[in-house]
């Protein structure tokens, strides 16, 4: 129960897949690649934005601090990017060829970062002040539309007909991350959310962004539907991988990996996937979890809980079975994301970096 | 002076085109074929949305009321769907080809009231609260985003290479919208305003979402880029014209006839182009106005300003000449609209149509 312990490994998921030093080594080589190519074409869309939306978006992205002064962000672990570059590889075609589908799926991710942001009130984000904190709302809503807007512009001005099919996958995404995030902003105000629509939110707010980065750069280099399906599956089901880890390591992360507080979500009182777990469980500790938190929703001093009050409950959680549950989740999720490859001939150094992908995706610290 | 008085007629914009009774007729005809050819589309494809936001929309788009029960709303003059089903019929196809082109065209305006609404602070539109007003800003940046979406998915579904050039355009024509948005934003916090800027932003807000009407059905029949291109120079300059009669009618507009207050824009302070020219004439009575415009934006006071204090600004306006060079410009724009259709080979029932709409948007008195 000490934050500090990575909440993964603890438990196990990953185990048997996860690869050594060697392998960790390529996969982080992997996001430096997709970082590296996407960019400098990430950079000069957004350049193209009119003042003052250019300036606040170099902000959001962390490419310029408040002051305006360059500065070299923390632009997030660039999961996408190199999954996009990766599905290119899988379809036959050069990395490069998925480079304008990690822009694009880079671009959706953030205009739903700058909307959420301000939707849920959340006043930091990467060690920052979000958007609509230092440039107002007005700000936050416009350069997102401003982002959405320029994500179908990237693909389309491709002016090819796999382009067309490509921003059509990725519409569906959107609509579904729009989903997800209604559903997310629905269930704050029900007392009891059960596990199957916790998944399906975090399906829509995770997965479908994560299909769509793992089948884009496929369809940009001419594979049929099928295929990108089948990616599309590898993706969703690594989303949903991605997300339990999220939800382990919103309350049990190590806020110096995290750069969360510690109980972050707890904090947040967000019915994350170890929570609603827990309460679907049933048993003393289920019980008695269910009555702080129905308390902890009318409490007025909330913000001033102690540690020790949200370790307490943080107890509770795993006392009840929500945290191995959620591990065990983790573990499902990848073993079907994994078994998805199976059916897509591709070639085999490609198959082990998207294992190697997702074997990080479930060990991560962060 | 009097706000009764309709304000082009005046000024006889649009004399000279104008047309008599039957014209009308026929033009009011058009509107209604628009509508009615392109409203069940629109609303099958928001019924696709997830609750809570398809009644969201649902009580945006004026069919159901506060309390859910239906209703007979106000939709706007629906200019876009007539223009998208002429601009098919313009390529030789059919109307009915044009009509995902209307439901495309009609969500990206609806994705930014909704958004505009939220951003200006605006409580009313077409005589009702507004959706921040009722149901929260998240609801109101959420439904927008996912009009916005929705706006893409109806066109590319369609799954030809047309949908994705039509897509392309609309596109394009959103990322003006967003402009213009940003511009209108920052000009109120400016106390000078160009006119060149005014128009500037008018072409972003109006200008372009009308262009893109106008050649989204005929790129969907099939039309070449150059037929669309030219196309768009109509609808660009009809946008400028509509707008320099919506900024006429926000100042002089008969309340009963706009639904809107008197003095409606001097209420909200807009720089629009009367201001702007009025302010630009040089002077005794621009003198005047600029004096007392500079004191207002300072006033506490400025909500419990009489109707005189508002009619002595808009005689100013007017003495200035801001009045006659705003008709004036409805008038060159309407000139310059008109004569691109010359470039321009269709039918010429379609050309007499597209001019005879232009004519009513410019003696339009709502």
Redesign the interface.
Same mark, same amino acid.
């Given at each position: 129960m000490n934050p500090g312990n990575p909440a993964v490994e603890n438990t196990g998921a990953g185990a048997g897949t996860a690869g050594g030093g060697t392998e960790k080594a390529d996969t982080l080589a992997l996001l430096e690649r997709g970082r590296t190519l996407s960019t400098p074409v990430l950079r000069a869309a957004v350049d193209r934005l /009119?003042a *003052? $939306?250019d300036t606040v978006a170099a902000y959001h992205f962390g490419w310029i601090d408040v002051d305006g002064n360059p500065a070299d962000g923390d632009g997030g672990k660039a999961v996408r990017p190199a999954l996009a570059l990766l599905s290119a590889e899988a379809a036959g075609a050069p990395a490069e060829v998925g480079i304008p589908g990690a822009v694009a799926v880079e671009l959706v991710h953030n205009?739903s970062l700058l909307?959420d942001d301000? $939707?849920d009130g959340d006043e930091q984000r990467r060690h920052r002040d979000t958007v609509w904190k230092v440039h107002g *709302?007005?700000q936050a809503?416009?350069v %997102?539309? /401003?982002l959405?807007?320029?994500a179908?512009?990237v693909l389309?001005?491709l %002016?090819t007909?796999d /382009?067309?099919r490509a921003?059509?996958r990725l519409?569906?995404a959107?609509?579904k991350l729009?989903?997800g !995030? /209604? !559903?997310d902003?629905?269930y704050e105000h029900r007392e009891r959310v059960s596990v199957q629509e916790c998944l399906e939110m975090e399906g829509n707010k995770t997965g479908a962004l994560l299909a769509c980065a793992v089948s884009i750069g496929a369809v940009l280099g001419g594979a049929d539907d099928r295929t990108a399906d089948k990616l599309e599956e590898y993706g969703y089901h690594l989303g949903l991988a991605f997300q339990a880890v999220d939800d382990l390591l919103g309350i049990w992360g190590d806020p110096e990996s995290t750069g969360k507080q510690t109980w972050s979500d707890l904090r947040q009182r967000k019915k994350s996937l170890p929570v609603v777990a827990a309460l679907a469980a049933g048993g003393p500790a289920c019980e008695e979890l269910a009555r702080l938190l129905a308390a902890d929703a009318k409490s007025n001093d909330f913000e001033n809980f102690s540690e020790e009050e949200f370790a307490h409950r943080a107890a509770l959680i795993e006392a009840a079975g929500g945290r191995q549950w959620t591990a065990d989740e983790a573990r499902r999720q990848h073993a079907i994301a994994v078994r998805a490859l199976d059916d897509v001939d591709m070639p085999q150094r490609v198959r082990e970096q998207l294992v190697a992908l997702a074997d990080f995706v479930v060990v991560r610290k962060r």
């Open positions: /009119a *003052p $939306m205009f909307h301000l $939707m *709302p007005a809503i416009l %997102g539309d /401003a959405f807007a320029l179908n512009e389309l001005e %002016g007909v /382009a067309g921003t059509r519409t569906t959107s609509r729009i989903d !995030q /209604a !559903q902003i629905s």
